[in-house]
């Protein structure tokens, strides 16, 4: 069974803080990985993905994330949070024909 | 504008009234799905659709149904909701299941009194 495990719903960091959001995974098969961002009263938006190749993914705000099969982790990071940060973001795998989300981080960032 | 649209925003009914969510993307997907997000789980899948025509059940099937008549719409009907029903809904597509990412509706909140 495919699962997603993010630790920490809820999640807070000063103005230029570090951002680590954790996701774990587990899979049968090598799994395609996602991070998305909500905004309130959004849909969800793409960060970035990890099919193939490269370990290190980089994404849009300055987000970044690594995958690390030994570990089934596929964190978030960001060097130094911002304000307009402030959302719930969720880790995701695909596997077979179907998603599979975490049930989410709330990242509250502080002035 | 390449998107997802999703109507209605907000829905409030009662029991057993039978209703319909509708999905429309103009991206030419193949890949259409439905998710329901509730505080503390997260998305769940509730259906998706590999084509027109080809639908499957998610993780929480049960009290929806859903089809693909065509590529570019994917309604989800609730023929007869509950109150366990009330949550935020969205839809996605993508080109692909695998290593193409969703792209998402805006949302429909759905309250069963």
């Known amino acids: 069974a495919q699962s997603v495990t993010q630790l920490g719903s809820h999640v807070s960091v000063s103005e230029g803080a570090l951002v680590l959001l954790r996701c774990n995974y587990s899979?049968?098969?090598?799994?395609?990985l996602f991070w998305y961002v909500q905004y309130p009263n959004q849909g969800l938006q793409l960060l970035l993905k990890?099919?193939?190749?490269?370990?290190l993914v980089k994404g849009i705000n300055g987000f970044e994330a690594e995958f690390k099969k030994s570990e089934t982790s596929f964190h978030l990071t960001k060097p130094s949070a911002h304000m307009s940060d402030a959302a719930e973001y969720f880790c995701?795998?695909?596997?077979?024909?179907?998603?599979?989300f975490g049930t989410g981080t709330s990242l509250t960032v502080i002035p | 504008e390449a998107q997802v649209t999703q109507n209605p925003r907000y829905l409030i009914t009662v029991t057993g009234k039978k209703l319909t969510v509708t999905c429309s993307q103009n991206?030419?997907?193949?890949?259409m799905s439905w998710y329901r997000q509730d505080p503390g789980l997260g998305l769940r899948q509730i259906y998706y659709?590999?084509?027109?025509?080809?639908?499957d059940k998610g993780d929480v099937p049960e009290g929806y149904k859903v089809s693909r008549k065509e590529k570019r719409n994917f309604p989800l009907i609730l023929e007869s909701p509950s109150p366990n029903q009330t949550s935020l809904y969205f839809c996605?597509?993508?080109?692909?299941?695998?290593?193409?990412?969703?792209?998402f509706g805006n949302g429909t909140r759905l309250t069963v009194t």
């Open positions: 990890y099919t193939t190749g490269a370990t």
């Open positions: 996605a597509s993508s080109f692909g299941p695998y290593n193409s990412p969703l792209h």
């Open positions: 995701a795998v695909s596997v077979w024909n179907q998603f599979y």
């Open positions: 659709s590999m084509n027109v025509e080809v639908t």
């Open positions: 991206m030419n997907h193949e890949y």
């Open positions: 899979s049968s098969v090598p799994p395609y």
